[in-house]
């Protein structure tokens, strides 16, 4: 009883320990509000990056010239891997120039690189998140590359940006591609509308497989926006036989996209098709694998952030350490009095430790409390901030995300919270040691 | 061990109780103390400064271990014990009172005094008891004069109120035998003399064993008996007035 009674009296009365508290709080509340931080950017990330790509890729080694009768190998595919796979699509990924002119900027037409890919639109749509991506509510509803309202308006209302003669094929562009955004402005410029023609420069396999520069039009039909600025700012979506057309790849595809039922299937189908496939002429990955390096970095960030911040509780504990060894030293007589009144060395030790408990259990749980509701507040809490300081501290366009990711995994907070106890209690441990030890008779004598 | 008390009867023995500290070099400072305590007797101890006094009644409470020699506690020896039936001995068959008194800071004059039974019992136990250790600490302060001061903390009561404090929770736990050391040591004339009166009273009422260590000689007069301790050994005096003396001094 004297343990509760004590630390209780040691709690109200010794005002140096609540440095100790309020260091383990702070330490407690920035841990969970940048773990928080991190898992909703990380998890944000990977449904995004997981949207775009399906569960399982079948890439060929020799993009340029790629693999003969995807649908002869997808049926193998199927065959093998049997009920587990839902979906699947092929398509043609390559490298190209696209050059348009844009209304009212340059009367020359503006260049950049680009990555080409081929799609069947409702087949992408069975193997990923291509259909919520695209921004025209026609062409969500039925996903395909043909003129929708929006565009033969603006065509009409731009003859001389338009070239009526032919039929071109659509084609679908990263938002990133066809808009902008300068400093200081508050929204996105276009420079390239639906309904606008452009012309892709690419490689096309020539005579005896050589590379050879193919060009072709297309019509802008739709814009394509994932909010990942990597696929934002680099894809273009054109039908495939159009592509297998200008890049002299007919009947071939070099990529085929596999939905499966359960994605943690994925492994075991990788494996499968590992040895179904020549490996000489097909590379077979999951999503994560190709997303390896940035998924990767993520995680290795979020590590490090958390080990630089356990420090802050291992100070705390340093802290809780060096009042407690004060406190010993001070409390010699007092400790020597509970022993002679028939207090128990382990019931010593039980007061010091259950003090460091004591201490880092408000510590922790305040700073819990405070992490928590500084977490779910955060976004109003930047943009008062931001109000106030007049500095974006979180600049959407570089982080291409409307507000800060969030995510509050109560796990992660028992985590935390636990860790956090156990260093106080750690750090309680070499001067409750200390004090169960002393012996009474010398420490009676103290005055 | 039995807590019934049976006037006359051997409680506490020493036996040849040797006691060397080793500071660089073998300090000898007990050396073959026999003693023979009875129950209900009060027994003073004078010496001079340095004699062993302390040294020996911490023995007899078990807080310090003999070199040589044995300490029995109604016959069966106590010192070679494991240190939980020592914490229980000095938890519930003695009680120490203290020169420097050695309350508490944080806790108030009646907690300070519950505070051997908060030893004694979880927190469940004393929970349930607690209105009746509760007025068993009041009943006690109140002996001692300090009904008018249970919530006080030590820092607020004078040197006198403190250590009446100390005999209060001393008593809590209704010991057998109450050490004593200097009580009045630290204390001006007139209150340590209230103090040893009040000892006095308390120990007759409650038919206790009264073990007083002081270097006031004429306090230690008014004991039952009087043992002298010089160079580490142990004399009787001319106050032996117990009438069954089986002590053995050496």
């Known amino acids: 009883m004297y343990i509760f009674k004590l630390c209780g009296r040691y709690m109200t009365t010794r005002k140096i320990a609540l440095a100790s508290v309020i260091s383990i709080l702070l330490g407690v509340a920035t841990l969970i509000v940048v773990n928080s931080v991190m898992t909703g950017f990380r998890t944000k990330m990977r449904e995004r990056l997981h949207g775009i790509l399906s569960d399982v890729v079948v890439e060929s080694r020799s993009p340029l010239s790629g693999f003969p009768e995807p649908d002869v190998i997808m049926k193998r595919i199927k065959a093998t891997c049997g009920d587990r796979v839902v979906g699947m699509t092929p398509a043609i990924e390559t490298v190209g120039l696209l050059s348009y002119k844009p209304k009212g900027y340059s009367a020359n037409p503006l260049t950049r690189e680009v990555q080409i890919v081929g799609i069947d639109p409702k087949g992408r749509c069975e193997v990923g998140d291509f259909r919520s991506h695209l921004l025209d509510k026609e062409n969500q509803a039925d996903p395909s590359f043909k003129l929708r309202s929006n565009a033969l308006a603006w065509r009409e209302m731009n003859p001389d940006l338009i070239d009526s003669k032919e039929e071109w094929p659509g084609t679908i562009l990263g938002y990133q591609i066809a808009t902008f955004r300068s400093h200081g402005m508050q929204s996105d410029e276009y420079l390239i509308y639906p309904g606008h023609e452009v012309i892709i420069t690419t490689v096309a396999n020539g005579d005896g497989g050589r590379p050879e520069p193919a060009s072709y039009k297309f019509i802008v039909t739709d814009l394509y926006r994932s909010d990942m600025s990597e696929y934002d700012q680099r894809y273009m979506f054109v039908p495939l036989e159009a592509l297998q057309k200008v890049c002299g790849m007919q009947g071939r595809a070099n990529t085929i996209q596999i939905k499966l039922r359960h994605e943690s299937d994925a492994p075991a189908v990788v494996a499968a098709l590992r040895t179904m496939l020549p490996p000489q002429f097909f590379m077979v990955s999951t999503w994560e694998e190709k997303q390896g390096p940035l998924l990767q970095a993520v995680k290795v960030e979020a590590f490090l952030m958390n080990l630089v911040l356990f420090f802050i509780i291992a100070v705390a504990g340093f802290g809780i350490l060096s009042t407690f060894a004060m ?35 408000i510590g922790a749980f305040c700073g819990a409390a405070f992490g928590i509701l500084f977490t779910i507040y955060l976004n109003p809490i930047e ?24 995510l509050l995994d109560p796990l992660n907070v028992v985590w935390v919270v636990i860790g956090s106890l156990l260093i106080a209690v750690a750090a309680a441990v070499f001067p409750a040691r200390r004090a169960s030890r002393l012996n009474p008779v010398e420490t009676l004598r103290y005055e | ?90 938890n519930q068959s003695v009680g120490f009172v203290f020169q420097f008194y050695h309350l508490l800071p944080e806790l108030s004059t009646l907690e300070n005094v519950l505070l051997p039974k908060m030893i004694d019992l979880g927190p469940i136990q004393f929970w349930r008891n607690k209105s009746k250790l509760t007025q068993q600490a009041k009943d006690l302060l109140a002996r001692v004069g300090l009904a008018h001061r249970l919530h006080h903390r030590p820092s607020e009561l004078s040197g006198g109120e403190m250590q009446r404090t100390a005999i209060a929770r001393s008593l809590i736990s209704e010991p057998e035998v109450l050490l004593a050391d200097e009580p009045t040591g630290n204390l001006d004339a007139e209150t340590g003399q209230k103090i040893f009166v009040l000892l006095d009273e308390i120990r007759r009422e409650a038919n206790l064993t009264l073990i007083l260590v002081t270097h006031d000689v004429s306090l230690a007069q008014r004991a039952d008996r009087m043992l002298r301790l010089t160079q580490g050994v142990l004399a009787g005096s001319a106050t032996e007035s117990w009438p069954r003396p089986s002590i053995v001094a050496s």
């Open chain 1, 327 to 361: 406190m010993v030293i001070e409390k010699t007589r007092d400790i020597g009095l509970l022993k002679a009144l028939g207090a128990s060395h382990r019931g010593v030790m039980g007061l010091f430790l259950a003090y460091g408990l004591a201490l880092g259990m």
């Open chain 1, 383 to 406: 943009a008062v901030l931001t109000q106030w300081t007049g500095y974006e501290i979180f600049p959407r366009d570089i982080y291409y995300f409307d507000e800060i990711p969030i």
């Open chain 2, 1 to 90: 061990m039995s807590n019934v008390r049976v006037h006359g009867e051997v409680i506490l023995r020493a036996e040849n109780v040797h006691r060397v500290f080793y500071k660089g070099s073998e300090v000898p400072v007990l050396r073959g103390v026999n003693l023979d305590v009875n129950a209900g007797e009060f027994l003073s101890i004078v010496g001079s400064s340095g004699s062993g006094k302390t040294t020996f009644l911490h023995i007899l409470g078990t807080l310090d271990k003999p070199t040589e020699g044995a300490v029995y506690w109604r016959g069966d020896r106590i010192d070679n014990q494991p240190p939980r039936v020592k914490d229980k001995y000095r």
